[in-house]
């Protein structure tokens, strides 16, 4: 069985407490949260990072993080995709930060 977190929460093998879900993705509250709203939306199927996903996949799951972030977070929000070692990615399982709630400052840290 897969030791990744997110494809268990993407199983229910861990339970969370969606704020959205269909076929191909969830969204859940970063147990973490920077911000008043922190949500993660995944993919269901393992994709270790963004350079691992396809242009279709990619598009379906951006344009779902926006309609969430909009739905959600209507004076603003932050999509946020950390990549790599620099990139501060510590989950290797795809996954969108829909920051808001608050203003946010650049550059990020
Ligand atoms: P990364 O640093 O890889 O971009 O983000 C991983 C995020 O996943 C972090 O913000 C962290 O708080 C969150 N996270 C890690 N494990 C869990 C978990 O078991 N449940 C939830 N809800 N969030 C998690
Ligand atoms: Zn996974």
Redesign the pocket.
Known sequence: MSEC??CK?AAHQ?P?KAVYEDEHSIA???????SPT?L?LIPKQHIANVNAGSAEMLGHLLKKAANLAERELPDGFRL???TGGD??????HL?L?ILGGRPMTWPPG
């Open positions: 977190i997110f929460i861990i969370v859940f509250a970063d147990v973490n949260p920077q922190h993660l946020v995709i950390n990139g501060g990615q510590t989950v290797h996954h930060h």
